[in-house]
């Protein structure tokens, strides 16, 4: 149940990222107070506690990890937490090279020392606004296909590359993907094996398929191969005889 409005959904929203940017350790707790603190707004931390947790900047960062300020993707966890025997378990998130014994939680003597402003006045929302606004943009499970067959990134500048093409390349959920950024041709491709295709003008990373089956490409690595475009075509080819997922730029 969403008990939180749009606005301060944003709001929390804005604290998550700033978090997740940080690589800092973090609670919903820790969330609510932030974002009380810093909007200067009155929020109750059991009022919105689940809705933290719903954060999809949050849960994406869990799944498919987050980029860093240097393009690469940290993975998050959800590990269960207690501060001292007896005072109960509740949810810390985490980059997972974090050591869990330097987590210093918020102290419930901390928050109380900032104070919760006057209730603002109810104002009516306005119908002439509608409400999606409010809501950040989601990534979408089709990896931003559109009509015309061409995939666009989604609000993270971040490519996803659909099951099939993968699967076709004989790239199948949990196995290493080699990428290869191609300069040259401004492309980049796919393969289970990239031993025949490193060049001067050549980048190649790896990347291991996600548990959907997907892979999720970084602004960095579509960057690497010079793919400077709003649409992609995403492909299978054979190249250098290997099955490989051909990813270009729309004309």
Same mark, same amino acid.
């Given at each position: 149940?969403?008990?939180?409005?749009? &606005?301060? /959904?944003?709001?929390?929203?804005?604290?998550?990222?700033?978090?997740?940017?940080?690589?800092?350790?973090?609670?919903?707790?820790?969330?609510?107070?932030?974002?009380?603190?810093?909007?200067?707004?009155?929020?109750?931390?059991? +009022?919105?506690?689940?809705?933290?947790?719903?954060?999809?900047?949050?849960?994406?960062?869990?799944?498919?990890?987050?980029?860093?300020?240097?393009? %690469?993707?940290?993975?998050?966890?959800?590990? =269960?937490? /207690?501060?001292?025997?007896?005072?109960?378990?509740?949810?810390?998130?985490?980059?997972?090279?974090?050591? /869990?014994?330097?987590?210093?939680? $918020?102290?419930?003597?901390?928050?109380?020392?900032?104070?919760?402003?006057?209730?603002?006045?109810?104002?009516?929302? +306005?119908?002439?606004?509608?409400?999606?606004?409010?809501?950040?943009? &989601?990534?979408?499970?089709?990896?931003?296909?559109?009509?015309?067959?061409?995939?666009?990134?989604?609000?993270? &500048?971040?490519?996803?590359?659909?099951?099939?093409?993968?699967?076709?390349?004989?790239?199948?959920? %949990? +196995?290493?993907?080699?990428?290869?950024?191609?300069?040259?041709?401004?492309?980049? /491709?796919?393969?289970?094996? %990239?031993?025949?295709?490193?060049?001067?003008?050549?980048?190649?990373?790896?990347?291991?398929?996600?548990?959907?089956?997907?892979?999720?490409?970084?602004?960095?690595?579509?960057?690497?191969?010079? $793919?400077?475009?709003?649409?992609?075509?995403?492909?299978?080819? =054979?190249?250098?005889?290997?099955?490989?997922?051909?990813?270009?730029?729309?004309?």
């Amino acid at each position: 149940m969403c008990n939180a409005n749009p &606005q301060q /959904m944003v709001m929390m929203e804005k604290t998550v990222r700033g978090f997740l940017d940080e690589g800092r350790a973090f609670s919903a707790f820790e969330v609510t107070i932030e974002t009380r603190t810093r909007e200067g707004i009155r929020l109750r931390h059991k +009022d919105v506690q689940g809705d933290c947790h719903e954060i999809s900047c949050l849960r994406d960062a869990v799944e498919f990890g987050w980029d860093d300020s240097s393009g %690469g993707s940290v993975t998050w966890c959800k590990s =269960q937490y /207690m501060k001292s025997p007896g005072t109960g378990w509740y949810f810390v998130y985490h980059p997972n090279t974090f050591d /869990m014994s330097n987590y210093n939680p $918020l102290q419930t003597t901390q928050a109380a020392g900032a104070s919760l402003p006057p209730s603002p006045p109810v104002v009516a929302p +306005d119908p002439s606004v509608p409400a999606s606004i409010f809501i950040s943009p &989601q990534p979408t499970d089709s990896g931003g296909k559109n009509d015309d067959g061409s995939f666009s990134t989604d609000y993270r &500048q971040r490519l996803l590359v659909p099951t099939s093409f993968l699967r076709e390349a004989g790239l199948k959920p %949990g +196995d290493e993907c080699h990428v290869v950024c191609d300069k040259t041709n401004n492309i980049v /491709m796919l393969v289970a094996d %990239g031993t025949s295709f490193s060049g001067q003008d050549v980048r190649i990373t790896t990347q291991r398929v996600e548990r959907h089956g997907d892979i999720r490409l970084s602004s960095t690595t579509i960057k690497a191969a010079d $793919l400077d475009a709003d649409k992609f075509v995403i492909e299978n080819a =054979q190249e250098s005889q290997t099955a490989v997922v051909k990813i270009a730029k729309k004309d």
